[in-house]
C-alpha cells in the first residue's frame, strides 16, 4: 500500500514502515524554541535532570517575538537563553536575526526533516518538503535531550491545485479560502498534502505561505513535495547540497480529497475573530482600516516586499492609516533596501520594522487601541491578539493589505493594480 | 473521583483567551500569569474558579499557539480536568505532558455552574445538577500513560525515554 508524504517521512524517520493511525517515536532533526515558549522549555529540560542537547547544532533558541524587548522581564527572559546557549553550546539567534521560522527556511530545514518548535507555526517549513509541526515545551525540552519525539501518524487530506492564480489572487488568498472552506478545525490531528498541477511551477517563497496556515486549520503539517522549485529555492540559497526529491506513492490512501481551482479563487479576507471566518475582499469594501501590518512568518519575504512596493511605488497610505512593514530576517531587509523596496515603501509613509514578529502576537510595536480595525498578512486573528481584546483583525494578502493602505478601507487589490 | 462546578465557554476558545501575548512578560513569573487565566474570555474566571472545578469549552477549545502557559494556568487555578466537544492537537498534548486531562464529551449536556463528578477509570461524567449522565471519549493509551504520570518531565525522568 502506497503512503502518503507524511507516512514516507515518519517511516523514514522512525524506522519502519507506518501508516496513519500508528504511534511512531521519529528522531528529530532540528528542534528550536523562541523567546516566549523558550523559558518554560529550558525549565522543563532542567526539572527532567538533562544537561546535555542531543545536537547542539540542531538545536535552535530564537530571540524573535520580543525583539528589540520592550520590557526588563522579557529581556531577562533573553539572558536566560543567551546564558543556556552558552551552557549548551546550541545555536543562538539573537535580537535581530529573524523570524524563526523564516531563518529555519532560509537555512536549516531540509526536505524530509522531522522539526519540532515551540512555536505553532514551525509547520511553515513544510514548504520545503520537512515534518515540521509544533509543540509545547515539554515536548520540544524532551526533543531537545533525546533527539526525538513520539506522534500518531496523521491521517492526510490531498488537497489537489490546479491551474493559475488571475491577477491579484496569491498563495495567501488559496490559504485563507481553504481555511473558511474545511474550518478552524476541520484538519484537526491530520496532515494537509498539497499537490497536482497548480503546485508543480508555485514558487517556494508561496508553499511557505501555505504551509504556515495549516495549523490555522488545526492541522499537524501542511506538507508539499521537493520537486524542481523546492531545488530552485534551495540553490538561490547555495544550499543545493540540502535538496533531496520527495514525493508520496501514487497509490497513497489519503482520507479526504478536495480540488481547488486556483483560477477561481478572489482576494480573501478573514474577519474577527477567527480565521475560518473569511469573505471576498470586494464583499468587506469600505470598511476602515487603522492600521495596516505587511510582515510576520507568513507573508514578511522579499516577494512581500517586491509586492508591496510595487502597489505604493508613487502613492502614499491614507493619512489615518498606519502602515507597519516588518521583514522576516536580516536577509529578506537588507535585499529589500538594495533593490529599493524599502525606500519605496518609506516614501509611501511605512515605517519599518526590525527583523522579527513585530505586533502579531500584541507583544509591541502596534498594539490596537479600543475598537480599532487593523488588517494585517498574519496568521492570526483571534480576540486579543494584538494586545486588545477591544481591536478587531482581519487577515489578508500582501496586495490587499498594500491596496487598503492607500485607501484607508478594505479594498480588492484588483482596483490598484 | 473528581467533583467540581461546570464553568462553560463556548466554542473556538484559543490559547490568546486563555493567556494572551499582552502578558508574555508574566510567563517567567507563573502565579501572576495564573491571576489572568481565560481573562479574555471571561474576566472575572480567576476570581471564582475553585479547586476541584472544571473548565467546559465547546469545539476546538485551545486553538493556536503552542504556548504550555495555557493548559499549566488552568492547572495552578485548581482545574482537575477540561472537557470539551473537540480540542486543538498542540493544547490536547500540552495538557496531558502537564498531567491535565481533556475529556472529550458531548458538554452540550453541561450549563454553566452545573454540578460534574468525573470517574476518570469508568470514562463518566455524571451531571448532578441535571441527573445526566455523560460518556467521554477514552483518551489515547500512549497519552494516557503519559497523563497517569502526572506529565511528560516525571514520565521522563521515571522511564528515561518513550515506551514503545
Same mark, same amino acid.
Given at each position: ?37 523558550? !523559558? ?226 478572489? !482576494? ?10 473569511? +469573505? ?11 492600521? $495596516? ?6 507573508? &514578511? ?35 529589500? $533596501? ?30 490596537? &487601541? ?20 477591544? &481591536? ?23 482596483? $490598484?493594480? | ?39 479574555? +474570555? ?35 487555578? &485548581?482545574?482537575?480536568? $477540561? ?37 476518570? +477509570? ?43
Amino acid at each position: 500500500m502506497g503512503k502518503t508524504l507524511a507516512e514516507k517521512i515518519l517511516s523514514d524517520k522512525s524506522g519502519g514502515s507506518r501508516k496513519a493511525g500508528d504511534i511512531a517515536i521519529s528522531s528529530v532533526d532540528l528542534a528550536f524554541v523562541q523567546d516566549t515558549t523558550g !523559558p518554560l522549555t529550558i525549565r522543563a529540560f532542567k526539572e527532567a535532570g538533562f544537561c546535555e542537547l542531543a545536537n547542539h547544532e540542531k538545536t535552535v533558541l530564537f530571540l524573535d517575538h520580543a525583539a528589540p524587548s520592550p520590557n526588563w522581564q522579557l529581556s531577562n527572559d533573553h539572558m536566560f537563553m543567551r546564558s543556556f546557549a552558552r551552557e549548551t553550546g546550541c545555536i543562538l539567534s539573537d535580537v535581530g536575526e529573524g523570524v524563526c521560522h523564516q531563518v529555519v527556511a532560509e537555512k536549516l530545514a531540509r526536505p524530509g526533516d522531522v522539526i519540532v518548535g515551540a512555536d505553532s507555526h514551525t509547520v511553515t517549513a513544510g514548504g520545503l518538503g520537512a515534518f515540521a509541526t509544533g509543540m509545547g515545551s515539554s515536548d520540544v525540552a524532551v526533543a531537545f535531550a533525546l533527539g526525538k519525539t513520539w506522534f500518531r501518524v496523521p491521517e492526510t487530506i490531498f488537497i489537489e491545485l490546479a491551474g493559475k492564480f488571475s491577477k491579484g489572487v496569491y498563495a495567501k488568498d488559496l490559504i485563507l479560502h481553504l481555511i473558511g472552506k474545511i474550518g478552524a478545525d476541520g484538519a484537526t490531528y491530520k496532515a494537509l498534502e498539497f499537490g497536482g498541477s497548480g503546485v508543480t511551477k508555485m514558487a517556494v517563497t508561496d508553499r511557505l505561505t501555505i504551509a504556515n496556515m495549516a495549523v490555522e486549520a488545526g492541522a499537524k503539517v501542511g506538507l508539499f513535495p521537493s520537486d524542481e522549485m523546492t531545488y530552485e529555492y534551495l540553490r538561490s540559497l547555495g544550499r543545493e547540497k540540502d535538496y533531496k526529491p520527495l514525493s508520496p506513492d501514487k497509490d497513497a490512501v489519503y482520507g479526504e480529497r478536495l480540488s481547488i481551482d486556483l483560477a477561481s479563487l478572489e !482576494p480573501t479576507v478573514s474577519q474577527p475573530h477567527t480565521v475560518d471566518n473569511t +469573505a471576498l475582499a470586494r464583499e468587506l469594501k469600505g470598511i476602515n482600516v487603522d492600521q $495596516v501590518v505587511i510582515g510576520t512568518c507568513t507573508n &514578511g519575504r522579499l516577494e512581500d516586499l517586491e509586492l508591496a512596493a510595487s502597489i505604493l511605488k508613487g502613492r502614499r497610505r491614507h493619512s489615518r492609516t498606519r502602515l507597519i512593514i516588518g521583514p522576516a530576517s536580516p536577509k529578506v531587509l537588507r535585499e529589500g $533596501v538594495k533593490k529599493g523596496y524599502i525606500d519605496t515603501l518609506l516614501a509611501a509613509g511605512a515605517i519599518i520594522l526590525p527583523p522579527g514578529c513585530g505586533p502579531c502576537l500584541g507583544l509591541h510595536q502596534g498594539a490596537l &487601541g479600543d475598537d480599532e480595525v487593523c488588517l494585517s498578512t498574519a496568521n492570526r486573528n483571534f480576540k486579543g491578539r494584538m494586545g486588545n481584546p477591544k &481591536g478587531n483583525i482581519y487577515l489578508a494578502s500582501t496586495a490587499t493589505a498594500a491596496a487598503s493602505a492607500i485607501t484607508g478601507k478594505i479594498t480588492d487589490p484588483r482596483e $490598484v493594480l | 473521583m473528581l467533583k467540581g462546578k461546570a464553568f462553560k465557554f463556548g466554542d473556538n476558545i484559543s490559547t490568546d483567551h486563555i493567556v494572551p501575548g499582552r502578558l508574555a512578560h508574566l510567563r517567567s513569573n507563573l502565579p501572576e500569569l495564573a491571576k489572568h487565566v481565560l481573562e479574555d +474570555a471571561d474576566p472575572d474566571f480567576a476570581g471564582k474558579v475553585k479547586p476541584g472545578d472544571f473548565v467546559v469549552g465547546g469545539s476546538n477549545f485551545g486553538l493556536g499557539s503552542s504556548r504550555e502557559h495555557a493548559p499549566l494556568v488552568i492547572k495552578m487555578a &485548581g482545574v482537575s480536568a $477540561v472537557l470539551a466537544k473537540s480540542v486543538a492537537r498542540i493544547f490536547f498534548r500540552n495538557a496531558i505532558n502537564r498531567g491535565l486531562p481533556v475529556l472529550i464529551c458531548d458538554t452540550d449536556k453541561i450549563k454553566d455552574g452545573d454540578e460534574l463528578e468525573v470517574d476518570m +477509570a469508568g470514562g463518566k461524567i455524571k451531571n448532578l445538577t441535571r441527573g445526566k449522565e455523560i460518556t467521554f471519549k477514552p483518551i489515547p493509551e500512549f497519552m494516557l500513560n503519559i497523563l497517569n504520570e502526572g506529565g511528560l518531565v516525571p514520565y521522563i525522568t521515571k522511564y528515561g525515554d518513550f515506551k514503545a
